[in-house]
């Protein structure tokens, strides 16, 4: 108990280093100007949720091996994390897009699959919150977390894997690995399935 | 044809894809049907718990099934959807193989 006090108190002290960082250090960024300091947020928060999805996933198949209850909890955890941190990341990519593409939301790969993930652990949240015994509970959650963590490593699989790609994505440093998904015709063809045209 | 509409040259990247995606959500819909298993009221949870999982399958499913009425072939060939269809199926027939005894294990 008295280690994790040391651990938080370090953290805060560390993340007040990193706001002096950010703001006194680092210098205003030429072309992009102060928008440019959302990067250092919207990168680590994006980074963290996955990391706790990552964790999620590894404790909710541990608990299915072990039946230990702690297993279950740190998933749920790690969840709860990781959706707060999806979340803020979804909030300040918006953000950031508004100002350098003029908008605040566009249908891209990157994007949508961001949104597609939160909506997936918010499914998870809803099915944890729901009133069943709570060691069923536990081992259909940890088999929705193993099924939701390789949806996961689909939307994120390296250029060259044989990913299918017909559009590029337009965030920045996305050279590499564009894509290029069609993701952006989703919608169109949900429209069209429903009013039977294209 | 039904709605005026032609078929494409190539018929069978199409049925590969209607088979993958077949396959696919049969699979990972009898796993994660174990939700709605009981009290009523859980099969809405099912919905949502297994439409954005199967979000990547319906895509491959989509881009194949047009190739089918397209009389225009894909620009960069049918092979890597046909992939992707066919990695969802190994991934969710492979996790219904190891996670069946848990999610039907009667505990509840």
Partial sequence: MRALALLGLAGGLLMAFCQWLIYVYAPVEQS???VQKI???????????????????????????TRRRKWDILSAAAVEVGMVCATLALITGSI?????????????PRLTTTLVLWFIYAGYLALRSMPLPSGGRASMCAVVLSSASSTCLWFFFPPGCGVPSTRQSLRPGAEGWNRKWPLRSLPRYSVSACSGSR | MFLGQSAG????????????????????????????????????????????????????????????????????????WIGLAAAFDAVFLAAGLALFPFVYSGED
């Avoid at chain 2, 949502?48 to 319906?58: G, K």
């Fill in chain 2, 9 to 80: 040259e190539e018929p069978v990247p199409a049925l590969i894809g209607l088979l993958l995606t077949d396959v696919g959500m049969a699979a990972s819909g009898s796993l994660l049907g174990a939700l709605s298993v009981g009290r009523a009221g859980r099969e809405s949870l099912l919905s949502i718990v297994l439409f954005p999982l199967m979000i990547p399958l319906l895509l491959a499913g989509i881009q194949l099934g047009a190739t089918g009425f397209n009389p225009e072939p894909m620009p960069d060939g049918p092979q890597d």
């Fill in chain 1, 32 to 34: 992009m100007g102060v």
């Fill in chain 1, 96 to 108: 950031w897009a508004r100002h350098s593409w003029g908008t605040w939301w566009t249908w891209d």
């Fill in chain 1, 39 to 65: 990067f250092y947020f919207h990168l680590p928060v994006a980074w963290w949720c996955f990391a706790s999805f990552f964790l999620s996933c590894i404790s909710g198949i541990l608990w299915l091996k």
